[in-house]
């Protein structure tokens, strides 16, 4: 079903450009190419596997030497006065495969409805955090934070329908709502609902803070299949259940008079937490009754003391707490859900 909608949204958005060109409907039309490259170099001979998080694929890392990075090519524009599109194709060079392609954004929204309303039908990047809804090229770091790979297994995207709506409040306060087919890495066939608010004002004119709340839920998830780890003998494992996220986070920015290009200074933190009750199948003949929890944060500065040139760190820890009901601290491992590793990470 996704397919064919993220299909006919293709279509629709390209059909819809011709007709805005033809008709000079819009001139309105921006396109872009931001391209990507990355030097990366590490003293293991392998990306570290993130034991006891279920994942949606493996955690492989960047490739060692020069190579491409992130890059998008993007179309929006205006469609009518009350519609606007936009089309982003990402391309990257994942270690050992191909290069690869991703419909990252298609999608049709709302513009100038009033009432601080705003609805969006298609694929999009999820608004559930703060980093969550950043594409690539506006990430500080050249990764995202570990708890977001190990939450969503990658950049989290949904195909779906968002609403928006700002309240008529002297403080801003926005709060939003996101249905989706399920079709996404951690629901994979459940259908999801999710629900988040956000919040801030200005300090004085030169800094300001935003800080937001969302919740996830997936029911009856089906048979979401783990690839699992073959060099350390851990085989393909299943899930089926329901899926809880809950996100919480904050932002501090600071800027001379609003004057962002000459200097700026951003503190940003958020906290994720995925709880999964269930069942967890593994050697295709067991099964048990699953409870895992899986937690992080990150905190990062970035100080950009003058224009073109900034300098940032950010520090990270996750920790899982998996239980299969009556299985043995051995067989919980052989399912690949041990919680010995806790990691923690400076960038």
């Known amino acids: 079903?996704?397919?064919?909608?993220?299909?006919?949204?293709?279509?629709?958005?390209?059909?819809?450009?011709?007709?805005?060109?033809?008709?000079?409907?819009?001139?309105?039309?921006?396109?872009?190419?931001?391209?990507?490259?990355?030097?990366?170099?590490?003293?293991?001979?392998?990306?570290?596997?993130?034991?006891?998080?279920?994942?949606?694929?493996?955690?492989?890392?960047?490739?060692?030497?020069?190579?491409?990075?992130?890059?998008?090519?993007?179309?929006?524009?205006?469609?009518?006065?009350?519609?606007?599109?936009?089309?982003?194709?990402?391309?990257?060079?994942?270690?050992?495969?191909?290069?690869?392609?991703?419909?990252?954004?298609?999608?049709?929204?709302?513009?100038?409805?009033?009432?601080?309303?705003?609805?969006?039908?298609?694929?999009?990047?999820?608004?559930?955090?703060?980093?969550?809804?950043?594409?690539?090229?506006?990430?500080?770091?050249?990764?995202?934070?570990?708890?977001?790979?190990?939450?969503?297994?990658?950049?989290?995207?949904?195909?779906?329908?968002?609403?928006?709506?700002?309240?008529?409040?002297?403080?801003?306060?926005?709060?939003?709502?996101?249905?989706?087919?399920?079709?996404?890495?951690?629901?994979?066939?459940?259908e999801t609902i999710s629900l988040f608010a956000k919040t801030g004002a200005d300090i004085d004119q030169s800094s300001s803070w935003l800080a937001g709340l969302g919740v996830y839920r997936a029911n009856d998830v089906d048979n979401r299949t783990h690839p699992g780890h073959e060099d350390d003998g851990h085989g393909p494992t299943v899930f089926s259940g329901d899926v809880d996220i809950v996100t919480l986070g904050a932002v501090y920015k600071w800027a001379p008079m609003g004057n962002v290009k000459s200097q700026n200074f951003t503190l940003q933190a958020e906290y994720f937490r995925k709880n999964e009750e269930g069942t967890w199948e593994w050697e295709e003949t067991e099964s048990g009754s699953y409870d895992g929890k899986h937690s992080g944060f990150y905190t990062q500065a970035v100080y950009q003391w003058q224009p073109n040139w900034r300098v940032g760190y950010r520090f990270e820890k996750i920790q899982a707490d998996n239980h299969i009901h009556g299985e043995t601290e051995a067989e919980i491992e052989h399912a690949g859900l041990g919680d010995e590793h806790k990691p923690k990470r400076q960038s």
Do not use: C
């Open 1 to 190: 079903m996704h397919k064919r909608l993220l299909s006919t949204l293709i279509s629709s958005v390209l059909m819809s450009t011709a007709v805005s060109a033809a008709d000079s409907v819009s001139n309105d039309w921006k396109a872009s190419l931001i391209t990507d490259f990355v030097y990366f170099d590490n003293s293991s001979a392998e990306f570290p596997e993130m034991e006891g998080f279920p994942m949606g694929g493996h955690m492989h890392g960047p490739k060692k030497g020069l190579q491409i990075g992130h890059w998008e090519a993007m179309l929006e524009g205006d469609l009518s006065d009350n519609l606007k599109a936009r089309v982003n194709l990402a391309m990257s060079d994942p270690k050992d495969e191909d290069i690869e392609f991703e419909w990252e954004e298609v999608y049709l929204q709302t513009k100038g409805l009033g009432n601080g309303l705003k609805f969006t039908l298609g694929r999009s990047f999820t608004e559930l955090g703060y980093h969550t809804s950043k594409h690539g090229h506006e990430w500080d770091f050249v990764d995202q934070p570990l708890i977001i790979d190990a939450i969503y297994g990658a950049h989290p995207t949904f195909d779906g329908a968002r609403m928006n709506w700002v309240a008529p409040t002297d403080q801003y306060l926005e709060l939003g709502l996101e249905a989706s087919d399920g079709e996404s890495f951690p629901a994979k066939g459940g």
